[in-house]
């Protein structure tokens, strides 16, 4: 009975003798030993090295980004006056909205006409020194030429060469000027004239700017190439500010326009 048993457990004593014994030093070798463990490093691998190049738009925003120059005007009065610049620049701003005022409103309005050139032998006047304007109806626009009936032609021909699509009807010494309707074609050619109304006044902004400019290169003697550099700079940046305005002015027009 008892070999029966000893025959049964044969296999496994056999199986557990085959199993090589650890060697007792190799066991209490590593007894009570801890590697060193850095915590950052197990919970986060060390990136690879990563090279970041700056893209065209990042370089351009930081060009655009670059120091404004702030100089005290009355540090360079000998080279060129600031605040006259500063008052052609704006100028031509002011210019540009009263453009927009006069000349770009939806519902053609008697002070609308005030400000239309008539060439005259005598010269150029304002339609309003020449002519009595006058709301006759919500429809029509009178013009009362008795004043200076001599110019009734050439007033009638100035109406109708402006940019505000009018066709004026002449009858003796009274001008009548039917009121457009308010169309979807008249709108967007209101938004192109203050296209070029905006245009016109950017070339007279560039204009300032390089007068302005060859002004202070003629100065060059007795100033150093960075004082004259810093006032080229100063002139540049002040033209950019009225452009950016007179792009805003566009805008707010346009969508005023377009509706």
Not at 90 to 104: G, Q
Not at 183 to 192: D, V, Y
């Amino acid at each position: 009975m008892a070999l029966n048993h000893l025959n049964l457990l044969r296999p496994f004593l056999c199986r557990s003798l085959a199993r090589p014994a650890r060697s007792p030093l190799t066991v209490t070798s590593w007894v009570g030993f801890r590697p060193p463990i850095c915590p950052v490093a197990s919970l986060h691998p060390a990136p690879a090295c990563i090279r970041l190049y700056a893209t065209k738009k990042a370089k351009a925003k930081a060009k655009g980004q670059s120091a404004k120059v702030n100089i005290n005007s009355s540090l360079v009065e000998d080279i060129i006056s600031l605040d006259e610049v500063k008052e052609d620049m704006t100028a031509v701003l002011s210019a540009l909205k009263d453009e927009f005022t006069r000349n770009l409103s939806i519902r053609t309005s008697p002070g609308a006409l005030d400000h239309i050139v008539v060439t005259t032998q005598d010269g150029k006047f304002p339609l309003n020194q020449l002519g009595q304007i006058s709301m006759k109806s919500p429809q029509v626009i009178m013009v009362n030429m008795s004043s200076f009936p001599e110019a009734t032609a050439a007033a009638t021909r100035a109406l109708r060469e402006s940019s505000m699509n009018l066709n004026p009807e002449a009858d003796g010494t009274i001008i009548k000027v039917p009121v457009p309707k308010v169309t979807r074609e008249h709108r967007e050619n209101l938004a192109k004239l203050a296209k070029q109304f905006s245009n016109k006044a950017k070339d007279s902004l560039r204009r300032v700017r390089s007068n302005s400019v060859s002004q202070v290169k003629k100065a060059k003697e007795g100033h150093s190439e960075d004082t004259i550099r810093l006032v080229e700079k100063q002139i540049q940046q002040m033209a950019d500010n009225i452009a950016a305005e007179i792009d805003k002015q566009l805008a707010v027009k346009t969508k005023e326009l377009l509706g």
